[in-house]
Structures are given as structure tokens and as C-alpha cells.
């Protein structure tokens, strides 16, 4: 083809469906190159308001992985999240939208409360008591929160967003309640402090034994949030039920027609929900903040927690990375800006990695055509 | 590669070419959907595009009409070389498309929707005025809908007219259907070709995209034949082909249409419908007393007008839908009114009419496809837990006995083509043993070969001794596999034929026909009694 030669070679880009699934590998490194491109961008933005890129992210870094202690910080700020996380993973996993993280996760921390302050148990009782019977009256509280909007949305066909969405005002006014009116210290909006033995263990506890743990207040609700991960892991893609749950969110009618009962699903599915988000309130309750308080609770990290399902494509194991990349930019954001950049960033994040879904669906690819 | 079959050399210069495409290559991944093909359409003709499913057919088209860019290639119209970058462009070139999945938005009414994307009206929308032009246009052609309806009100195929009248208001001289019967009943077929033939009277040309022979020799002056992105007949007169020749150049070989099927040894009744009333999503009488049954080792058809309440009574059967008076009996059990579950523990197996709808969960694994109805039970479940092993290893035996093509059975099923899919599902329902069967239109939409496919699957089912219910409205399916027929009419049984399956004679296909258009049996043979006492 000599003459061909001569003809203008043109270079044009097309964007094509993709018909084939992608390599397994595709889509983690698509997300890794969405959150470098955020950075980058983040970074012009940062210059054009007048600061260093480089030292800023050094900073955000040093601040939230810079050593053990932050990173320690990081982690608690996380554990939270990756519950609430996980709360939500298994309702969207059922295509059943439970905005009620958030007031699941504030029950949660009433009901692992309630077994402190009612008393149910007395003050002295051992620790390994009082922590079972307090994740399991967290749990059981989180899962009447979600079976609400799942009874509903069963039997009356009602919207679990709206119900859920609205579940989670009544919570926060419930919890105000009771330290308001009952269990208020002194007339403060606060419980009296938790005995001892209802705080979960941390680093810092292990400080004698092991002096470097001094001052880390990472604690057990971290090992709780992985082991719930694995768990969920489990269930959803190795157990009978979690095949259930995959059937009926990819497509109701066909599992209608394998016979799965969806009624019982759906209340199932969102008092599960319901109760990891309560965990997740017993965890922050008895981990972090030791009394009952609205404020510390109802952080939002129930709404965190759709973002980080999400942007971990429901897969559990990968919620754990998500929340402590989540965890970093919480704490980040208090050392630099109380607000502004950090969650800049954290919005860039976002948009850069939904926008990366395209790249799952679609190639790009780049035609010389001849003109 | 053997030269495709065309018209006589000059016979295309004689007649103007609206349309020419010379050469025209478009690549998908892994696919070369089509290879230098070269398409010529005359003025005032009607086209017949034939071709199996992922032949190329729709691509080609796709190309014509501005959705797709062709990588090498040139289209001309009216002998001009075009280049469209859009459909917008290629309806101003005066070519339109209606695609197999309708364009409209549901709430708003028929001249809204044909309005949607044009200049005008250019600031006050003067509903009334244009009402009145749409309904003219649509008298013109034959397209009789009401321009003021709701599109959620229509039927398909009065959906289908109004993506006709769409294109039309925007003055297009080549209209391409793809596949435009496969969502008709039979008697809007006949609509649609009085339309079509219409159109060419009054000077328009039409390209018909089909995989049935039959509707296009019925319908189409000359034919284009693609197989796997290549021309294998192009412009051939319909008249002077026979079937089975353009059978063989759809799949590259003969296809049998006479099927190998032994003589029935029905055993005991398996299935028992006995006046069964049931009422249809929008809350009609949908079936109005059916009594039916069928015998182990035996195919029995549920023949019928799309329409006539076929789903509705599939879905009886299958425990889908309440059943408001009568019963369903599965080996004496009640399962009517029960849960699916209940049927599928007692051997009922069910292929249902929408395979990417209901009878598969379109973004799990082949392997998640196929253990649908048996992961409740060991091997595959063990304590509530799955044993992804045994499923993987259950997939890929499937696999391979039933020619499923795919890379991998961890492959979501939404790759799957039509044919493969029908596989997956029959390879599923079947696996399990069942002792009965319902299965509708299990060959709608698929290809010759994966047709015949379906259809050994279904004989070898009644050999194994299995009673099989087939709902179908393929009249030539159900007599070439049933040994028994019944014809649904409005929600009733009009009547049950023998099937022989030495002849076929002509009467009864008359009398099916018959019953199928509402003429209850006994009628029929008291006239026929009457004709000749």
C-alpha cells in the first residue's frame, strides 16, 4: 500500500462497550489509578489556592500514617466505619437502599448503653461478661431499628429509604431522651461515665507488658469490624443464605422462580444490616467514647459507611482498606483545616472513582484512521 | 470461500440504488461482526436481511443507520458517499431505524413521543394540530393508532407503529426494521406487512432484518443472507430461492427439519388441570376454566395466539400465580397455590418465557445460573453452607454436555448469546430429573441451529419418560415434536387434536387453525359433519 503512505494518517480515540469481562486484576488497579488522578488534581487545586501540594499531602500523610500513634488514630477512626460499611454492603447486596445506618448504629450504642446504665449488669461485673451481653443488646437493638423499615417494605411495599432515612431522627431524639431525662450527669446531655469492665480492651491496656503500645488507643472493636467483614465475606458468597441474598439483588423474578421466599429476605437481610450497624455503635460506645453522648454517636458515620460500601463495590474484605482510607482523611482533615481541603480530597476521591466505573464498562481505544 | 449467490450482474443497474454499501468492516472485540460486506438496496423494494443471531445483520444495519461507524467502507446514498456520525445524520440522508427495543417515553402520548427531538413546534406546542397531521400520516400508511393515547396504554404493537410513524414524520425514503415481528402476536404481523407493502406503494424502500424464512419469503421482493459477518446471497429474488437453500446459506448446512422422533409410549397422568381460573397482572380474567393433562413419556402443546393466556397459565402451573378457582394436580399433589419451592421439590422443572427476565440472574456465574433450583440440596449445600467445588465442577459438566459455549463458567450470564442462554437453563431444569416439564417459546428468538438444539433436548426428555407441556406459538414446532394438541382461546381450551407424526395433513392445520382464531372443536366437526351429511 505505497500510496497510503501519502494519505494524512489521523489518530482518533473511540469509546467502545466492552464485551468482554474485564481480567480480574482490571478493576482494583482502574480504582488505584482513579485515587492517583484525584491526588493529582487535588494537588492543582491545592497550588491554585496558594499552598504546597507536596507538603500538603506529606502532612495528610504524617498526620494519619506518619507513626504509630496516628496511624493507631486512624484506626479507631475507622473501625466505626467499616461496620456501618458493612451494615450497609449486605442491604445493597439485596438492592434494598437501608439509609438507616446511621440511626442503627445510634440504637446500637443505646441498647450496648441501656445493659450499663438500666443496670442490667452490676458495675463490677468482668469485663468478659459485660462485653458479649453488651455487643449482643447492641446488635439486637440495631436489628429492631432495621426490622422496622423491613417489615414494612415487605408486607406494605413501603420505600425502605424514606422509612429508614426517618428512623434514624427518631433515634438520635430517643438517645436525647434518656440522657436528657434519665441518665443525665449532673444535667449534663451526657450518661455518667461506664465502669471499667464495660470498656473494650485497647492497645494502651497492654502498655505494661508491651511499652509500645504506650498511648495507642486502638482497641478490640478493631478485631470485632474484621472479624464481621470475614464473616459477612461468608456468608454472602459461600453460604446458602448469602446465595439467596446475590439472587434476589440481581434479579427478584428469577429468584421468585427458584422459589426463595422474599418476604423473610428482606426483613432478614435488614435486620442483619441493622444489627452490624448496632455493633458498630456498641464498638464506638464501649471503645472510644465510654458514656453515653448524641453528639460523638451520631458522627454520621452511618452515612460514611454507604459511601464506603459503595466505593468498595459491597465486597466486605475490601471495605476494611476503604474504611481506614476513610479513617485517614477524617483524622487529616482535623490536623490541617477544620474543613476545606481534606474533605476536598475526600470528594475528589469519590467522583474519581465512580467516574473509574466507566472504565469497567466501556475501552477506549485509539484508531489511525486513514483521512 | 465459495462466491455468494447474486442477482444477475446487470439486473441492479437497471433499477436506481437508494442505498449502496461497498466494503463495509466493523470489528468488536474478538468478533469481526462484519467483513467486507457489500449491501445494495433498490428504490421501492422490500429487503429481507437474513442471518442467524450474531451474524452480523443488526450490525450492518447499525452502520446504515448512523449508530455505529464502520471501520473501513462507504455508504452511498443516491449514489453520493455519506458519512454519518449519528442517526440524526442519517435520518437527514433519509434513513430511519426501528429497533427490536422501542424508543418512548411511557407517559407521554403518541404525537409528544413523535414530536421528541425535532425543531418543531418551535415555542407553543399545538398539540391539537399535530394530533391531526399524525393521524393523516397513519391513515396513509395503515398505521391506525391514536395520536392523543398514553404510550403505556398501547399494546406492542401499537408501540411498534408509533416508532414507524416516527420515522416517517421525519420524511425517511429507507426505513430498516430489526426483527420487527419478533414481539408481534400473528394477526399484528399481517398488520405490520400491509403497512410495510404501503409504504412501497407509495414509493418508499424498506430493509427487513429477520432470522424466520418464512415471513421473509412472505414479505421481501429480494433477499441478503449474512453468516458470520459474511455475504452469502446478496439481492437474490425471493421467488427464485427455495427454503431450504436459504436455510443453507443462513447456517452453511442442512438444516433438518423433519425431526427424529420415535413413537410415544405415554404412561400414568403427571399433570392434571382441572378448571382452572386465573386472573392476568392487570386483573382480567386471564384463563377462564382450562382442563388439560398430561401423560408420562408424551410432549402435549398448549397452541394459541400470543395473548390467549399462556403465561398466565404457565405460571399457575409453576406456582408463580394464584389460582382463583379449580386446581393443578403434579403426581395427585396439589401445587397450585402453593410455593414455587413446593413444585420444584416434587419434579416440576419450568423453562420460562423470558430467559434474561426470569429464568436467569443475568450478572452471576454460569455456575450461580445452574444450581438455582438445587442449592438447597448436597452435594452442592452442605449445613447451609455451598460448596462452590461441587458447583464449579456441576457447571462444567453442563458445560460440556449441553455445548455451551463460554469461557469459563465463572462468566456472568449477560455474555451469554440467546442460544447459550437457553442452554444454560435447559441444562439446569433438566439436570434435575424432573419428572414434568413446562416449557414456553423455548425456542423465541434463537437460530436455526440452536432451535433444533432445543428441540432434541424436549424429544429427549419424553424418551426418558417425563411428561412434557410445551406452550408455544410456533404452529410447525408443536406439530413436529406433540403428541398431543390443545388450542387456548381467550382463557379456554377450544379443543385437542392427536398428532400423527407420519403426515401432516393439511386439515388439521385447518383445524387448528380454526380454534385458534376462537372456533371451539365441536363446532368445527358438526359443520364439517353437516357439509358432508
Same mark, same amino acid.
Given at each position: 500500500?505505497?500510496?497510503?503512505?501519502?494519505?494524512k494518517q489521523?489518530?482518533s480515540?473511540r469509546?467502545?462497550p466492552?464485551? $468482554?469481562?474485564?481480567p480480574a486484576?482490571?478493576?482494583s488497579?482502574?480504582s488505584?489509578?482513579?485515587?492517583?488522578?484525584?491526588l493529582?488534581l487535588?494537588?492543582? +487545586?491545592?497550588?491554585?489556592?496558594?499552598?504546597?501540594?507536596?507538603?500538603?499531602?506529606?502532612?495528610i500523610?504524617?498526620?494519619s500514617f506518619?507513626?504509630?500513634?496516628v496511624?493507631s488514630?486512624?484506626?479507631v477512626?475507622?473501625t466505626?466505619?467499616?461496620?456501618?460499611a458493612?451494615?450497609?454492603?449486605?442491604?445493597?447486596?439485596?438492592?434494598l437502599w437501608?439509609?438507616?445506618?446511621?440511626g442503627?448504629f445510634i440504637m446500637g450504642?443505646?441498647g450496648a448503653?441501656a445493659i450499663?446504665?438500666?443496670?442490667?449488669?452490676?458495675?463490677?461485673?468482668?469485663?468478659w461478661?459485660f462485653i458479649p451481653v453488651m455487643?449482643?443488646?447492641g446488635?439486637?437493638a440495631?436489628?429492631?431499628?432495621?426490622f422496622i423499615p423491613g417489615?414494612?417494605?415487605?408486607k406494605?411495599?413501603?420505600?425502605?429509604?424514606?422509612?429508614?432515612l426517618?428512623?434514624n431522627y427518631?433515634?438520635i431524639a430517643w438517645?436525647n431522651?434518656?440522657i436528657?431525662?434519665?441518665w443525665?450527669?449532673?444535667?449534663?446531655?451526657?450518661?455518667p461515665?461506664?465502669?471499667?469492665?464495660?470498656w473494650l480492651p485497647?492497645?494502651?491496656d497492654y502498655?505494661?507488658?508491651?511499652?509500645i503500645?504506650?498511648?495507642?488507643?486502638?482497641?478490640?472493636?478493631?478485631?470485632?469490624?474484621i472479624v464481621?467483614?470475614?464473616?459477612?465475606?461468608?456468608i454472602?458468597f459461600?453460604s446458602r443464605?448469602?446465595?439467596?441474598i446475590?439472587?434476589?439483588?440481581? $434479579?427478584p423474578h428469577?429468584a421468585?422462580?427458584?422459589?426463595? $421466599?422474599?418476604?423473610? $429476605?428482606t426483613?432478614?437481610v435488614?435486620?442483619?444490616?441493622?444489627?452490624l450497624?448496632?455493633?458498630?455503635?456498641m464498638?464506638?460506645i464501649?471503645?472510644?467514647?465510654?458514656? +453515653?453522648q448524641?453528639?460523638?454517636?451520631?458522627?454520621?458515620?452511618g452515612?460514611?459507611?454507604?459511601?464506603?460500601?459503595?466505593l468498595?463495590?459491597?465486597?466486605?474484605?475490601a471495605?476494611?482498606?476503604?474504611?481506614?482510607?476513610?479513617?485517614?482523611?477524617?483524622?487529616?482533615g482535623?490536623e490541617?483545616q477544620?474543613?476545606?481541603?481534606?474533605?476536598?480530597i475526600?470528594?475528589i476521591?469519590?467522583?474519581? +472513582?465512580?467516574?473509574s466505573?466507566f472504565? +469497567?464498562?466501556y475501552?477506549?481505544?485509539?484508531?489511525?484512521?486513514?483521512e | 470461500?465459495?462466491d !455468494?449467490i447474486?442477482?444477475?450482474?446487470?439486473s *441492479?443497474s437497471q433499477?436506481p440504488?437508494i442505498?449502496?454499501?461497498r466494503?463495509i468492516?466493523?470489528?468488536?472485540?474478538g468478533?469481526?461482526a462484519?467483513d467486507?460486506v457489500?449491501?445494495?438496496l433498490? @428504490?421501492g423494494?422490500?429487503?429481507g436481511l437474513?442471518?442467524?443471531?450474531?451474524?452480523?445483520?443488526s450490525?450492518l444495519?447499525n452502520?446504515?443507520?448512523?449508530?455505529?461507524h464502520?471501520?473501513?467502507?462507504?455508504?452511498?446514498?443516491?449514489?453520493?458517499?455519506k458519512?454519518f456520525?449519528?442517526?440524526?445524520d442519517?435520518?437527514k440522508?433519509g434513513?430511519?431505524?426501528?429497533?427490536q427495543h422501542?424508543?418512548?417515553v411511557p407517559?407521554?402520548?403518541?404525537?409528544?413521543?413523535i414530536?421528541l427531538g425535532?425543531?418543531? !413546534?418551535?415555542f407553543l406546542? @399545538?398539540l391539537p394540530e399535530y394530533d391531526?397531521?399524525?393521524?393523516?400520516l397513519?391513515?396513509r400508511?395503515?398505521?391506525?393508532?391514536?395520536?392523543?393515547?398514553?404510550i403505556?396504554?398501547?399494546?406492542?404493537?401499537e408501540q411498534?407503529?408509533?416508532?414507524?410513524?416516527?420515522?416517517?414524520?421525519?420524511g425517511v425514503?429507507v426505513l430498516?426494521?430489526d426483527e420487527?415481528?419478533?414481539?408481534?402476536a400473528?394477526q399484528?404481523i399481517?398488520?405490520l406487512f #400491509?403497512?410495510? @407493502?404501503?409504504m412501497i406503494a407509495?414509493?418508499?424502500?424498506v430493509?427487513?432484518?429477520s432470522?424466520k424464512?418464512?415471513?421473509?419469503?412472505a414479505?421481501a421482493?429480494?433477499? *441478503?443472507v449474512? =453468516?458470520?459477518?459474511?455475504?452469502?446471497?446478496?439481492g437474490?429474488?425471493s421467488?427464485?430461492?427455495?427454503?431450504?437453500e436459504?436455510?443453507?446459506?443462513?447456517?452453511?448446512?442442512?438444516?433438518?427439519?423433519?425431526?427424529?422422533k420415535k413413537p410415544?409410549k405415554?404412561?400414568?397422568?403427571?399433570?392434571?388441570?382441572?378448571?382452572?381460573h386465573?386472573?392476568?397482572?392487570?386483573?382480567?380474567?386471564?384463563l377462564?376454566?382450562i382442563?388439560?393433562?398430561?401423560?408420562?413419556?408424551?410432549?402435549?402443546?398448549?397452541?394459541?395466539v400470543a395473548g390467549?393466556?399462556?403465561?398466565e397459565?404457565?405460571?399457575v402451573?409453576?406456582g408463580?400465580?394464584k389460582?382463583?378457582k379449580?386446581q393443578?394436580l403434579?403426581?395427585?399433589?396439589?401445587?397450585s397455590?402453593r410455593?414455587t419451592?413446593?413444585?420444584?421439590?416434587h419434579?416440576m422443572?419450568y423453562?420460562?418465557e423470558?430467559r434474561t427476565?426470569?429464568?436467569?440472574?443475568p450478572?452471576?456465574?454460569v455456575?450461580d445460573?445452574v444450581?438455582?433450583?438445587?442449592?438447597r440440596k448436597?452435594?452442592i449445600s452442605?449445613n447451609g453452607?455451598?460448596?462452590?467445588k461441587?458447583a464449579?465442577?456441576?457447571a462444567?459438566?453442563?458445560?460440556?454436555?449441553y455445548?455451551i459455549?463460554?469461557?469459563?463458567v *465463572?462468566t456472568?450470564? @449477560?455474555?451469554?448469546s440467546?442460544?447459550?442462554l437457553? =442452554?444454560v437453563i435447559l441444562?439446569r431444569?433438566?439436570?434435575?430429573?424432573?419428572?414434568?416439564m413446562?416449557?414456553?417459546?423455548?425456542t423465541?428468538?434463537?437460530?436455526?441451529?440452536a432451535?433444533?438444539?432445543?428441540? =432434541?433436548l424436549?424429544?429427549?426428555q419424553?424418551?426418558?419418560g417425563?411428561?412434557?407441556?410445551?406452550?408455544s406459538?410456533?404452529?410447525?414446532?408443536?406439530? *413436529?415434536?406433540?403428541d398431543? #394438541?390443545y388450542v387456548?382461546?381467550?382463557g379456554k381450551?377450544?379443543g385437542e387434536?392427536?398428532?400423527?407424526?407420519?403426515?401432516?395433513d393439511?386439515?388439521? #392445520?385447518d383445524t387448528i387453525?380454526?380454534?385458534m382464531?376462537?372456533?371451539?372443536?365441536?363446532?368445527?366437526q358438526?359443520e364439517e359433519i353437516?357439509?358432508n351429511?
Amino acid at each position: 500500500m505505497a500510496e497510503s503512505k501519502s494519505i494524512k494518517q489521523k489518530l482518533s480515540f473511540r469509546v467502545e462497550p466492552r464485551l $468482554n469481562e474485564p481480567p480480574a486484576w482490571y478493576p482494583s488497579v482502574v480504582s488505584f489509578g482513579a485515587i492517583i488522578v484525584a491526588l493529582i488534581l487535588g494537588g492543582v +487545586l491545592i497550588s491554585l489556592a496558594g499552598g504546597d501540594p507536596f507538603r500538603s499531602y506529606q502532612h495528610i500523610a504524617k498526620a494519619s500514617f506518619g507513626d504509630t500513634g496516628v496511624l493507631s488514630d486512624t484506626i479507631v477512626k475507622a473501625t466505626p466505619i467499616i461496620l456501618a460499611a458493612l451494615a450497609c454492603s449486605v442491604a445493597f447486596r439485596m438492592k434494598l437502599w437501608n439509609i438507616g445506618a446511621e440511626g442503627q448504629f445510634i440504637m446500637g450504642a443505646f441498647g450496648a448503653s441501656a445493659i450499663v446504665l438500666a443496670p442490667v449488669l452490676p458495675a463490677e461485673t468482668s469485663r468478659w461478661i459485660f462485653i458479649p451481653v453488651m455487643m449482643i443488646a447492641g446488635m439486637a437493638a440495631g436489628a429492631v431499628w432495621g426490622f422496622i423499615p423491613g417489615y414494612l417494605k415487605a408486607k406494605f411495599n413501603v420505600s425502605e429509604i424514606i422509612s429508614s432515612l426517618m428512623l434514624n431522627y427518631v433515634a438520635i431524639a430517643w438517645v436525647n431522651f434518656w440522657i436528657f431525662g434519665v441518665w443525665t450527669e449532673g444535667g449534663f446531655q451526657m450518661s455518667p461515665k461506664f465502669p471499667d469492665g464495660a470498656w473494650l480492651p485497647r492497645l494502651a491496656d497492654y502498655a505494661k507488658a508491651f511499652p509500645i503500645f504506650r498511648g495507642l488507643t486502638t482497641h478490640l472493636g478493631l478485631v470485632i469490624g474484621i472479624v464481621a467483614a470475614i464473616i459477612i465475606w461468608f456468608i454472602i458468597f459461600r453460604s446458602r443464605w448469602g446465595y439467596e441474598i446475590r439472587l434476589i439483588g440481581d $434479579n427478584p423474578h428469577a429468584a421468585q422462580y427458584a422459589g426463595i $421466599n422474599i418476604t423473610k $429476605n428482606t426483613i432478614l437481610v435488614m435486620m442483619l444490616s441493622g444489627a452490624l450497624a448496632g455493633l458498630g455503635g456498641m464498638s464506638e460506645i464501649a471503645g472510644v467514647v465510654h458514656r +453515653l453522648q448524641t453528639a460523638p454517636i451520631a458522627a454520621g458515620y452511618g452515612f460514611t459507611g454507604i459511601i464506603v460500601a459503595w466505593l468498595a463495590k459491597l465486597n466486605p474484605l475490601a471495605i476494611i482498606f476503604v474504611s481506614v482510607l476513610f479513617g485517614a482523611l477524617i483524622l487529616a482533615g482535623r490536623e490541617i483545616q477544620p474543613s476545606g481541603i481534606p474533605k476536598m480530597i475526600q470528594g475528589i476521591i469519590l467522583v474519581c +472513582l465512580i467516574a473509574s466505573d466507566f472504565l +469497567l464498562r466501556y475501552r477506549i481505544r485509539i484508531v489511525r484512521g486513514e483521512e | 470461500m465459495t462466491d !455468494p449467490i447474486s442477482s444477475t450482474a446487470n439486473s *441492479s443497474s437497471q433499477v436506481p440504488l437508494i442505498v449502496e454499501m461497498r466494503g463495509i468492516v466493523k470489528r468488536f472485540p474478538g468478533v469481526l461482526a462484519n467483513d467486507h460486506v457489500n449491501f445494495e438496496l433498490q @428504490r421501492g423494494e422490500i429487503h429481507g436481511l437474513l442471518g442467524e443471531n450474531g451474524a452480523g445483520k443488526s450490525t450492518l444495519m447499525n452502520v446504515l443507520a448512523g449508530l455505529y461507524h464502520q471501520e473501513a467502507g462507504t455508504i452511498l446514498v443516491n449514489g453520493e458517499p455519506k458519512v454519518f456520525s449519528s442517526p440524526r445524520d442519517a435520518i437527514k440522508s433519509g434513513i430511519g431505524m426501528v429497533h427490536q427495543h422501542f424508543m418512548l417515553v411511557p407517559s407521554q402520548t403518541v404525537t409528544e413521543n413523535i414530536l421528541l427531538g425535532l425543531d418543531e !413546534p418551535r415555542f407553543l406546542l @399545538r398539540l391539537p394540530e399535530y394530533d391531526l397531521k399524525i393521524a393523516e400520516l397513519g391513515e396513509r400508511f395503515g398505521l391506525k393508532v391514536d395520536p392523543c393515547a398514553k404510550i403505556w396504554q398501547l399494546s406492542v404493537g401499537e408501540q411498534q407503529r408509533v416508532e414507524i410513524l416516527k420515522m416517517l414524520y421525519r420524511g425517511v425514503d429507507v426505513l430498516i426494521m430489526d426483527e420487527p415481528t419478533a414481539v408481534l402476536a400473528p394477526q399484528e404481523i399481517e398488520g405490520l406487512f #400491509i403497512t410495510l @407493502r404501503a409504504m412501497i406503494a407509495q414509493g418508499k424502500s424498506v430493509i427487513f432484518i429477520s432470522h424466520k424464512l418464512q415471513e421473509v419469503s412472505a414479505i421481501a421482493d429480494r433477499v *441478503s443472507v449474512l =453468516r458470520r459477518g459474511i455475504v452469502t446471497a446478496s439481492g437474490v429474488s425471493s421467488k427464485g430461492v427455495s427454503r431450504q437453500e436459504l436455510a443453507r446459506l443462513m447456517v452453511g448446512r442442512d438444516v433438518i427439519f423433519a425431526l427424529d422422533k420415535k413413537p410415544g409410549k405415554p404412561a400414568g397422568v403427571v399433570l392434571n388441570a382441572i378448571d382452572v381460573h386465573a386472573e392476568s397482572d392487570k386483573g382480567l380474567p386471564a384463563l377462564r376454566g382450562i382442563s388439560l393433562n398430561v401423560r408420562a413419556g408424551e410432549i402435549v402443546g398448549v397452541a394459541g395466539v400470543a395473548g390467549n393466556g399462556q403465561s398466565e397459565l404457565s405460571q399457575v402451573i409453576a406456582g408463580m400465580r394464584k389460582c382463583i378457582k379449580g386446581q393443578v394436580l403434579l403426581n395427585g399433589d396439589m401445587v397450585s397455590n402453593r410455593t414455587t419451592l413446593f413444585g420444584i421439590q416434587h419434579g416440576m422443572a419450568y423453562i420460562p418465557e423470558d430467559r434474561t427476565h426470569v429464568g436467569s440472574a443475568p450478572n452471576l456465574s454460569v455456575t450461580d445460573n445452574v444450581i438455582m433450583k438445587n442449592y438447597r440440596k448436597p452435594p452442592i449445600s452442605k449445613n447451609g453452607l455451598l460448596d462452590m467445588k461441587a458447583a464449579t465442577k456441576l457447571a462444567n459438566e453442563l458445560k460440556s454436555a449441553y455445548d455451551i459455549i463460554v469461557p469459563n463458567v *465463572s462468566t456472568p450470564v @449477560r455474555l451469554l448469546s440467546g442460544g447459550n442462554l437457553q =442452554r444454560v437453563i435447559l441444562a439446569r431444569e433438566i439436570s434435575g430429573l424432573p419428572t414434568f416439564m413446562v416449557a414456553v417459546q423455548p425456542t423465541r428468538g434463537l437460530d436455526v441451529g440452536a432451535i433444533e438444539g432445543v428441540h =432434541r433436548l424436549l424429544l429427549a426428555q419424553r424418551e426418558a419418560g417425563a411428561a412434557v407441556l410445551l406452550i408455544s406459538e410456533e404452529l410447525e414446532e408443536l406439530l *413436529s415434536l406433540c403428541d398431543r #394438541i390443545y388450542v387456548i382461546y381467550e382463557g379456554k381450551i377450544m379443543g385437542e387434536v392427536m398428532v400423527n407424526s407420519e403426515k401432516q395433513d393439511e386439515a388439521l #392445520i385447518d383445524t387448528i387453525g380454526q380454534m385458534m382464531t376462537g372456533t371451539p372443536l365441536d363446532q368445527i366437526q358438526e359443520e364439517e359433519i353437516a357439509a358432508n351429511g
